[in-house]
């Protein structure tokens, strides 16, 4: 099975401090993604990497940056964190950018909580 | 821009009942609908449809794709309480570094 873990289940941070939500896959996944989740909003895609050192900016990059050191890690950094950024961010991770059938599938991790005060 | 809509946004049905969530989209280059359920934790993968597979069945789940209206459904019979959830839908196109667009999602609750 596909195992995604996401280092923190749930955050307490104050508005100014610097952020940093982990991710590990286990699957060998070229593609990784970080999401956020809002009531009434659904998933928000923030950045995602289909490459080691690579990243692309997704449809909500503002006030976040990404790091992808190495193939199996992700992580999403607030840089000064702010009250607007509390929400569940979801780490997901697929086989490959492009290719048909289950390649598109992606697999979440179970999520962090994150409240900045 | 890709688009998803996903209805009803919530709803609530005693065991037992037949349920029928709605998902429809606006995508350049369809290549896939894909339907996650999420609980009080990770989104988990339940269908994936494509244009060469336009049913899915899975014990009392069951997803058809209509590539003509471009909708799909997810239809659960015989609900039971741990069906309750939040529903997923997502689309993804063609092409390289393609990513999902998922709906708001469905919160279905079923009551004892």
């Known amino acids: 099975d596909v195992k995604v873990t996401q280092s923190s289940r749930y955050l307490v941070k104050r508005t100014g401090e610097k952020v940093f939500l982990e991710c590990v896959q286990d699957?060998?996944?070229?593609?990784m993604f970080w999401y956020r989740q809002d009531p009434g909003l659904g998933l928000r895609l923030i950045y995602f990497s289909y490459d080691v050192k690579m990243k692309e900016k997704g449809d909500i990059p503002e006030g976040y940056s990404v790091s992808r050191e190495k193939k199996e890690r992700f992580s999403l950094i607030l840089e000064s964190a702010s009250t607007n950024q509390t929400s569940m961010y979801l780490c997901a991770s697929s086989l490959s950018p492009s290719g048909s059938g289950a390649k598109n599938i992606q697999y979440f991790g179970a999520g962090t909580r994150l409240s900045v005060l | 821009e890709d688009k998803v809509v996903q209805s009803p946004l919530s709803l609530v049905v005693h065991e037992g009942d037949t349920v029928t969530l709605n998902c429809s989209y606006e995508v350049t280059n369809f290549r896939s609908l894909l339907w996650y359920k999420q609980e009080k934790k990770a989104p988990t993968f339940l269908f994936m449809l494509?244009?060469?597979?336009i049913e899915k069945k899975s014990g009392r789940l069951s997803s058809i794709l209509d590539k003509k209206e471009l909708s799909s459904i997810l239809n659960i019979t015989a609900t039971q309480t741990g069906d309750s959830a939040i529903y997923l839908c997502?689309?993804?196109?063609?092409?390289?570094?393609?990513?999902?667009?998922f709906g708001k999602g469905i919160t279905l609750s079923v009551r004892p």
């Open positions: 494509t244009s060469s597979g």
């Open positions: 699957m060998d996944h070229e593609n």
């Open positions: 997502a689309v993804a196109p063609t092409g390289a570094n393609s990513k999902l667009t």
